[in-house]
């Protein structure tokens, strides 16, 4: 159970079928659409390239990248030559690439065009562009690669970087397993079949993209790239390529459902598109717009990138039908029942316990927190839950670790703390997440000022925004007298989140 066993399907039964379709407009030359044949070809030229500069079974290649074709083709090319793909958030500030970088051990980093000046100082041994300096240096086309020698699903395939409750990102070692049994998971919930065209909207580091490049790719879909989310452009390529499937976050779904308000004509995909929706319980009437408005079947999923992701899966069910609208998208806004051969149960503390074949292996050179994350044969997810008795579905109440998720990425309130509590006009901090009906949820900072030091709210973020990437940065700065804390000096968040949540059945949106 490798990588492999996807685009060696591909090849074989889809060699002269539409593979992927790259994004049209980037800074880079877009890699031509390719057939099935066609993309193992180049991704035996990345392999072999990777031959020629000596980079052994193990050794970590480093990708910063939007959603390209070139991202793609190394998500196959790194993991089944028996190296190890580090997918890095394009979205982190230098320092937080360049520790990734230098915490994975990367021998090799790759790095878009648009990010190349901003990241500059961030190095490795092998240091590549995508675009036209990998394709006249690195790729080797034609060259037959070495194979993998001894392939092993136990072997670790990416390592992905996820905000934890640290102010560093922990690396989730995702073996070859863990990524197999999850994209196939995920590809029968959503019932995915040759006839699909799936459309990227979710972005490819992001715990590989799901895994869906991999399903997509075993079962002959065609695969279209989009760079950037953008409501109209979603819509339109939904149009061009009759796109059926599509992954994201609620934020995702919110910029469709603005852009088809103003859109001409009928919206594309009526009856058509399905679409799967995590990162954060959307709003049931979120759900309800999407099945009225664009007439696209809604699914979730819950699952996070130590899960590689899916853990749950909902969908309508056919007795769901007769439900007035409002309580079937109740329903669905509901994490699920777990996925096929997952197990789920809430410890006494209320938080969510996993085990699976797709659980992680580990943090990369992090024994003390892999100790912690994996304790009696459970993953913890950090998240407080609740499982219906009558159904067996999920709900998620509120999560037990310092984690945000705003429009789908995770944030870490203590990283935000450290940055705020950088600024020299502040004594105390204390980072929370506020909801938000664009981002599901937003960062909001509790800030008290030194004695005699003077700040407003637009100083404090503008502040963060320069130490760390933007969509970590506080959306709103409340200033305070005192911070209240426990009698060992502890803060209870849970106590500064009530107000703001007060009137909601859950303390996620």
């Known amino acids: 159970m490798t990588v492999a066993d996807f685009l060696e399907r591909a090849e074989l039964g889809f060699a002269t079928a539409p593979g992927v379709v790259d994004e049209p ?23 072999a390239g990777l031959d020629a500069l000596g980079v052994g079974p193990g050794e970590r290649v480093a ?46 980093l790759l790095v878009d065009p648009e990010l190349d000046a901003a990241l500059a100082q961030v190095t490795a041994r092998h240091r ?14 034609g ?76 079962l002959g879909v065609k695969q279209v790239v989009l760079r950037k989310v953008d409501g109209p452009e979603i819509l339109r390529r939904v149009q061009e390529h009759g796109v059926t499937l599509m992954c994201g976050a609620p934020a995702v779904w919110n910029a469709v459902l603005d852009a088809a308000a103003d859109w001409s004509g009928e919206v594309p995909g009526r009856d058509r598109v399905r679409i799967v929706c995590a990162g954060a319980p959307p709003p049931s009437r979120t759900i309800q717009r999407v099945r009225e408005e664009l007439g696209w079947e ?26 007035p609208a409002d309580e079937q998208a109740r329903r669905l806004s509901r994490a699920g029942l777990p996925a096929l051969g997952v197990k789920l149960r809430v410890a006494d503390s209320g938080e969510v316990l996993a085990r699976s074949n797709v659980v992680l292996a580990g943090y990369w050179d992090s024994p003390r927190e892999t100790a912690e994350a994996l304790q009696d044969g459970w993953f913890h997810t950090g998240d407080g839950g609740s499982i219906d008795p009558a159904d067996g579905h999920l709900t998620i109440s509120d999560r037990k670790k310092d984690v945000i998720v705003t429009g789908g990425e995770n944030v870490s309130s203590i990283e935000v703390e450290d940055a705020v509590f950088s600024h020299p006009a ?84």
């Open 25 to 47: 407009v980037q800074p880079a030359s877009p890699v031509p659409a390719l057939t099935y044949g066609q993309l193992g070809e180049r991704v035996r030229a990345w392999q």
């Open 63 to 108: 990708v910063v990248s939007h959603n390209s074709a070139r991202l793609l083709e190394l998500l196959f090319a790194v993991p089944m030559s028996g190296r190890i793909c580090v997918p890095v958030n394009f979205r982190l500030r230098p320092g937080e690439v360049d520790y990734i970088v230098r915490q994975s051990g990367a021998s090799v």
């Open 128 to 141: 590549f562009v995508l675009g036209e300096q990998t394709e006249s240096e690195l790729m080797r086309h």
């Open 143 to 218: 060259v037959e690669p070495r194979p993998w020698a001894e392939p092993d699903e136990d072997a670790t395939a990416t390592i992905n970087y996820t905000s934890g409750t640290t102010a560093r990102p922990k690396g989730v070692q995702l073996t070859h397993r863990n990524i197999w049994v999850s994209a196939l998971t995920l590809a029968l919930h959503t019932r995915v079949w040759e006839r699909d065209v799936y459309l990227h909207t979710l972005p490819m580091f992001h715990c590989n993209g799901w895994g869906m490049q991999y399903a997509a790719a075993g």
């Open 298 to 323: 809604f699914t979730q999923i819950y699952g996070l990138t130590e899960t590689s992701p899916l853990l749950t899966f909902n969908r309508a069910r056919p007795g769901d039908e007769a439900l």
């Open 426 to 509: 502040v004594a105390e901090v204390a980072v929370i997440g506020v909801p938000d009906e664009k981002w599901g949820e937003t960062i909001k900072a509790l800030v008290v000022l030194a004695p005699g030091a003077e700040a407003d709210q637009a100083e404090i973020i503008a502040h963060c925004k320069q130490r760390m990437a933007g969509y970590k940065a506080p959306t709103s700065v409340e200033f305070r007298e005192s911070i209240p804390r426990t009698a060992t000096g502890k803060i209870q968040k849970y106590r500064l989140r009530e107000p703001y949540w007060t009137g909601r059945d859950r303390e996620v949106n």
